[in-house]
């Protein structure tokens, strides 16, 4: 593997966990892909004049160790797999200091001209270079708990608070959060749903740890970490539009929690965003992750989402 971006972690990066928030995890691979697609002979894709330029439909992301304030970081990566308009990418970002992998990114790119998003066959120049990075996937960086390959379910935004889903985030799209050809940064659907999901977890999981401090005596701080996402990118709303957030739970086990999220157009309903995510409750205390315990786990289970 190459690398293809190397930094650390700034302090306005860390959320209230303490330590290196998702969006900005997704924010420094695709800055990574964006230099690969460069050394693919895609070098100016992503610049205001392109006429063609590359898009994540698909996005699968480990979470294997934290980042916290000032922690040196690098990105490497290459080409898993090349198809007529796709490709797919392998990166994981790596603690500079020992080695440790932070977090692993499965991405599906899709080339395409920079004004429609229709797709758009890659250049010769990029089908002669892709054979000199293709790597395999590692263990640690293959999917878990989520599969990469399978299609979304079907969404109907109307139905999704009769099965159990909850709005827990609004928001309009400025211009700081699109780039140069109108489509909100990638970045800002996982940061939205990061921004959003307290409203559904944050006071289960203060009754979660308060149970549990009060079966062993132990203090604890709720917070919660999240292993492994996957996003599937529908459609990209622009500045002036908006985004709400709908968020369930789908699925429990003894520690983990599977939530899923979905971006829609508040007025319109239109889908942009499928995301499904594999959380845990971390105490901030001990900086562990707690068992789920019987009382909160009854109130969770009675609050799963219905399948379609």
Known sequence: MQDYWRGSVEAWECDEMGHMNVRFWVRRSLDGMMLMAAGLGCDRAFAPEATATLIPVRQHIRFLREAREGAPLFFRGGVVGLEDTDMVVYGEIVH???????????????????????????????????PHVMVEVPIHGRPRSIPFESEPEPIESA???ARGFQQVGL?????E???????????????RVSTAVPNLMTAWREEATAELSAMDGQPRKAGAAVLEYRLDYLAWPGVGDFTAVYSGVAELAEKTNTLKHILTHPLTGQVYCVCEAVAVTFDLVARKVIPIPPQARASLEARLIKPI
């Open 159 to 161: 139905h999704l608070i």
């Open 177 to 191: 959060d699109a780039d140069v050809f109108n489509r909100l940064y990638p970045e800002g659907m996982i940061g």
């Open 96 to 130: 500079a200091l020992d080695g440790a992998i932070g977090a692993t990114f499965l991405t599906r790119l899709r080339h395409v001209e920079a004004s429609t998003g229709k797709p758009y066959p890659w250049p010769v120049r990029t089908l002669e270079r892709v």
């Open 171 to 175: 928001s309009a799209v400025r211009v």
